[in-house]
Nanobody, 126 residues
Framework: VQLQASGGGLVQAGGSLRLSCAAS????????TGWFRQAPGKEREFVAT????????RYADSVKGRFTISRDNGKNTVYLQMNSLKPEDTAVYYC????????????????????WGQGTQVTVSS
């Protein structure tokens, strides 16, 4: 599986961006696709995840109500719509795929994901 993240950029606080994660290769029906982010000097942080069928969705508390994850399986693409952006959302955003191991809460951990994209930079100015 190859993942290609795109859509990052520079935006003012309060603005919006939509990230895309395009997948190629095999995509198993049990795989979740997640978004993580990493700011300079910080650990990689869970943002959101979605099941292959779209029914299983989970968000980090820090983005609930502002970010929306969705997918179009016909296009093999997962999206992250980011609204009301804040300077603290500035980071490199990565998408990843992994099989569900246990409950959806387990998908918060980067270690359960098997495949990673290259990352796209999101910068929010104040």
């Amino acid at each position: 599986v190859q993942l290609q993240a795109s859509g990052g950029g520079l935006v003012q606080a309060g603005g919006s961006l939509r990230l895309s994660c395009a997948a190629s290769g095999s995509s198993f029906s049990s795989y979740y696709t997640g978004w993580f982010r990493q700011a300079p000097g910080k650990e990689r942080e869970f943002v959101a995840t979605i099941s292959w069928g779209g029914r299983g969705i989970r968000y980090a508390d820090s983005v609930k109500g502002r970010f929306t994850i969705s997918r179009d399986n016909g296009k093999n693409t997962v999206y992250l719509q980011m609204n009301s952006l804040k300077p603290e959302d500035t980071a490199v955003y990565y998408c990843a795929q992994g099989a569900l191991k246990g409950t959806i809460r387990t998908m918060d951990s980067p270690s359960v994901y098997d495949y990673w994209g290259q990352g796209t930079q999101v910068t929010v100015s104040s």
